[in-house]
């Protein structure tokens, strides 16, 4: 690790809710536009301050996502809450900015043959149109991040060079966004390689923060978390409920399974002494209104766990 780079700090780990994109774009059902809404009051309810509240991508492809104009008119932003648009496009960032979205989320890939199948493009391309997605951003008066997808593993094409992640990490920095996130798409890292990765880009970065996305197909993502930010990691993604999955990396058998759920991260990092802003009662009670749309299947343990009336 570099000499001068500050010795990573556990104190406060910021959260980005995901759920409202990243959760309902793998739900078989498509959710009305007005639950979309309460699922992001509820977020704003219990504290997140980052949320991902749509995604502007093809409708034929991602019908999930379909109404994301008619989320964002409808969740006026709150003081202090950033809502985040992911795009894969500039065309998708066009249609994110016109909506008066504070925040666009971009998206390189680690792998050619999942780019692809994501979103049309190899891994130089991504590299290119996330920075152009940056770029435009920032002329428009706002800001966007951008996550490397399948940081740690392919479905399709399997381990991922650790040298190449941080290699577009170096290249993605070069163009200013707020952060670099690292994304475990399919679920299949461990800790180890989590700590090791996290460091190394965010030495490669520095001074931009690293953020971490982790799904939980192996059970491993509560101690990647912990992993990462031991490592340096400020920011972290989740889902309320355990949401989610990658409809894309889904024609990969068994590799869609949900993000880490926000009640289950919450409870880990607050019994170790972590901050995150996020209020745990209100956090419990958005998990147990969002089970119930799901007709109890929220994949959070920490919910399962506690008694009626908590």
């Not at 570099?2 to 959760?23: K, W």
Request: aromatic letters at 4%; charged letters at 20%.
């Amino acid at each position: 690790m570099r000499g001068d780079l500050p010795a990573p700090s556990a104190a406060q780990i910021d959260i980005v809710e995901v759920g409202p994109r990243d959760g309902l774009q793998n739900e078989s059902r498509v959710w009305p536009t007005e639950d979309k809404i309460s699922l992001i009051g509820e977020a704003i309810a219990y504290g997140a301050k980052r949320i991902e509240v749509a995604s502007f991508v093809n409708p034929r492809r991602v019908p999930q996502m379909a109404d994301a104009e008619a989320v964002v008119a409808g969740c006026a932003n709150a003081p202090g809450v950033t809502r985040i648009g992911l795009a894969l496009n500039l065309r998708g960032a066009e249609r994110a900015l016109a909506t008066g979205i504070e925040q666009v989320g971009a998206v390189a890939v680690a792998s050619d043959a999942f780019g692809i199948r994501n979103q049309g493009q190899d891994r130089a391309e991504s590299v290119g149109i996330a920075a152009g997605i940056v770029e435009m951003a920032r002329r428009s008066g706002r800001s966007a991040q951008v996550t490397i997808a399948v940081a740690f593993g392919c479905p399709f094409e399997g381990a991922v060079d650790r040298a190449l992640v941080i290699d577009i990490a170096r290249a993605l920095a070069a163009a200013q966004p707020v952060e670099i996130a690292l994304a475990d798409t399919i679920g299949i890292a461990g800790p180890g390689e989590v700590a090791a990765l996290v460091a190394e880009v965010r030495t490669a970065v520095a001074p931009l923060p690293v953020r971490v996305h982790f799904h939980d197909t192996r059970n491993t993502a509560n101690a990647n978390i912990w992993a990462a930010v031991q490592a340096g990691a400020s920011v972290a993604d989740a889902s309320l409920g355990g949401l989610g999955g990658c409809p894309f990396a889904a024609q990969a058998p068994g590799t869609a399974a949900g993000n880490i759920a926000t009640e289950d991260m919450i409870y880990m990092l607050h019994r170790s002494g972590i901050g995150t802003g996020i209020d745990e009662s209100r956090l419990y009670r958005a998990g147990r209104w969002l089970d119930r749309k799901l007709k109890g299947s929220s994949r959070s343990k920490v919910l399962v766990a506690l008694p009626p009336g908590s």
